[in-house]
């Protein structure tokens, strides 16, 4: 029975060929700035593949300290799309900077309505709900809603230890220059319940929904950016 189960998830993974998703597969290259200043590069790949759909991060430092540490860091998620929205499977993140190394996953038995997550410390068993993402996946269910115009734009995380809900707001409309030219793109905000650190995401339906620039402020004034090259 348990094969049954396996088999089945596995098919409903394939159930929406490429053609029919609501993001098409893409690639794309982008530059990473902190304060101003080129720290690394990243890369941000869909596809379908052959354990279900496949969205990847892979970010690493190349400049500076981050160069020096060679800080790198890839996040992998298997999902499915269900009702036009992505459903994570499987998610893994893997950090190194130095001789440290992190890693985190997040496992969701849709068949058996189980969620599994967990990092070096050990793992822990999360309330199950349909429609549950990762924090890697958050990015692409908010293009998606986004080009099928939804206005809620809300879901459920999981991560590491925990459940969170992530809420964005859209913000306006946004003209940005890369070094691939210069989009339209829709401006995106995350609405936090504490003042203080703030995410931005501006995304071009003219690239078929993908991100073009990210940007992370904290409290501290420290600024993270992520854009397209």
Not at 67 to 80: K, L, P, Q, Y
Not at 216 to 224: H, N, W
Request: hydrophobic content about 40%.
């Amino acid at each position: 029975m348990a094969r049954l189960f396996a088999a089945l998830a596995l098919l409903a993974a394939f159930a929406v060929p490429a053609r029919d998703a609501p993001i098409q597969p893409f690639k794309s290259d982008y530059s990473l700035v902190r304060n101003g200043k080129a720290i690394g590069r990243a890369h941000i790949e869909l596809i379908q593949g052959k354990d279900g759909w496949q969205f990847t991060t892979t970010s690493e430092g190349t400049e500076g300290l981050a160069g020096i540490a060679g800080v790198r860091i890839d996040e992998n998620s298997t999902f499915r799309w269900q009702g036009g929205r992505p459903e994570t499977m499987h998610y893994t993140y893997f950090q190194k900077a130095a001789w440290k190394k992190k890693n985190r996953r997040v496992d969701v038995d849709h068949a058996t309505k189980r969620i599994e997550a967990g990092d070096d410390d050990g793992t822990v068993a999360l309330a199950y709900a349909p429609g549950t993402v990762d924090r890697n996946l958050v990015v692409l269910a908010l293009a998606a809603d986004l080009k099928a115009k939804h206005d809620a734009l809300e879901y459920r995380v999981a991560d590491k230890r925990e459940i969170g809900t992530h809420r964005y707001k859209v913000v306006g409309k946004e003209t940005i220059a890369t070094a691939r030219g210069r989009f339209d793109c829709i401006k995106v905000e995350r609405i936090r319940e504490k003042a203080g650190r703030t995410t931005t995401t501006w995304i071009a339906p003219a690239l078929g929904y993908t991100p073009v620039r990210i940007v992370q402020k904290e409290p501290d004034g420290e600024t993270l950016e992520m854009l397209l090259r």
